[in-house]
């Protein structure tokens, strides 16, 4: 009796230790390896993304970029144009 119990429990480990092993075999693959690296970097930079947004939340709350001008159109600048596009001796601004 005690020989069957330990050949059956031979069995059960021999099927498990194959089992796990071939599973840790599937995830060294340079698919799996590739698939969980290009994961790694995407949420990475997602982080990276969602903290330069905030950056730049704090950086134009501080500046006071975000007011709104007396004419109510979103620019604090309130001409429209891209910045130092009405500035005298600056090259490529535009002349008055």
Do not use: K, N, W
Request: aromatic residues 4%; charged residues 25%.
């Amino acid at each position: 009796m005690p020989r069957v119990f330990y050949i059956a429990l031979g069995a059960a480990v021999g099927v498990v230790t194959v089992r796990r092993a071939a599973r840790a075999v599937s995830t060294l693959t340079p698919q799996h390896l590739a698939g969980s690296l290009v994961e790694s970097v995407q949420d990475f930079l997602a982080d990276v993304r969602e903290g330069m947004a905030e950056r730049e939340d704090e950086l134009r709350q501080a500046l006071g970029l975000d007011d709104t001008g007396p004419d109510d159109t979103g620019d604090a600048r309130g001409a429209g144009g891209p910045p130092g596009a009405d500035a005298p001796g600056i090259p490529g601004a535009r002349s008055a």
